[in-house]
């Protein structure tokens, strides 16, 4: 049902200007995680560096997941990892920009993100999950860089 209601806003052109992260702390307590957003309609988001005093390491699983009107994502240095469907189905995805500190990106991470033309992988990636730009269709070429160690499988 949720995902309907995500379809149909996306097909009405319904969508705000900015949204808002929400961070959680690890268990380790030394760090914060990108969890989710406050919309699924923004078509921007500011993903904070640090976040009460602490710094924000990782995209989680699903935090980005549908949102179908973001068109453009800049990760800031110190995130090492992007969790599994971090940014899937985010339609209107046209610009990615990739820390350097980025060093595994889970699966699916960008699946169905149809409008991603070019994207840079850092040089210290070191992990690429499967499927990571499955049926990114606008996709025109794509270098992965040496430092990777482990590559998934289809659509990469």
Request: aromatic share 10%; with cysteine.
């Amino acid at each position: 049902m949720l995902t309907l209601g995500c379809l149909c806003l996306a097909a009405c052109g319904v969508g705000e200007e900015k949204g808002e992260c929400l961070y959680t702390l690890a268990e380790s307590g030394d760090h914060y995680v990108v969890t989710g957003t406050t919309t699924k309609k923004a078509k921007t988001f500011t993903i904070a560096a640090t976040y009460n005093g602490l710094p924000v390491t990782a995209i989680g699983d699903d935090a980005f997941y549908q949102c179908a009107f973001l068109r453009s994502v800049e990760i800031p240095e110190g995130v090492t990892s992007l969790g599994e469907f971090s940014f899937a189905r985010c339609f209107e995805l046209t610009n990615v920009t990739l820390p350097s500190s980025l060093t595994s990106i889970g699966y699916y991470a960008f699946g169905e993100c149809h409008e991603i033309t070019d994207i840079t992988l850092p040089e210290n990636l070191e992990t690429l999950g499967d499927s990571v730009f499955f049926d990114c269709e606008k996709l025109r070429s794509l270098t992965i860089p040496n430092s990777v160690k482990s590559l998934g499988r289809g659509g990469v």
